[in-house]
């Protein structure tokens, strides 16, 4: 099995920055996909950013240009940087791990984000 524990999360003003941080630990015996997701109150959860065991990175247009995913496969963790915070940026981050081993996703279970305006 695998676990994902995030962290970083906390309140920070509008322009600020935050780092998360996912670390995956259990049977992991490969380099899986990894991302980060949020869920504002009321909506979907939606995808943020993902990054493939080879490094290659996709992002939501909403946060291009502001925030960085990147993967340490050594220790098995994945981070979240995200510069000039906007209010619309309020959720809950869940990192997620897509297990080849296992045939499905793992969820950690979140981290607040909060941003003022």
């Known amino acids: 099995q695998v676990q994902l524990v995030e962290s970083g999360g906390g309140l920070v003003q509008a322009g600020g920055s935050l780092r998360l941080s996912c670390a995956a630990s259990?049977?992991?015996?490969?380099?899986?996909?990894m991302g980060w997701y949020r869920q504002a109150p009321g909506k979907q959860r939606e995808l943020v950013a993902t990054?493939?065991?080879?490094?290659?990175?996709n992002y939501a247009d909403s946060v291009k240009g502001r925030f960085t995913i990147s993967r340490d496969n050594a220790k098995n963790t994945v981070d979240l940087q995200m510069n000039s915070l906007k209010p619309e940026d309020t959720a809950v981050y869940y990192c997620?791990?897509?297990?080849?081993?296992?045939?499905?996703?793992?969820w950690g279970q979140g981290t607040q984000v909060t941003v003022s305006s």
């Open positions: 997620k791990l897509d297990s080849r081993r296992y045939g499905r996703p793992y």
């Open positions: 259990g049977s992991i015996f490969s380099i899986n996909p």
């Open positions: 990054i493939t065991s080879s490094g290659i990175t």
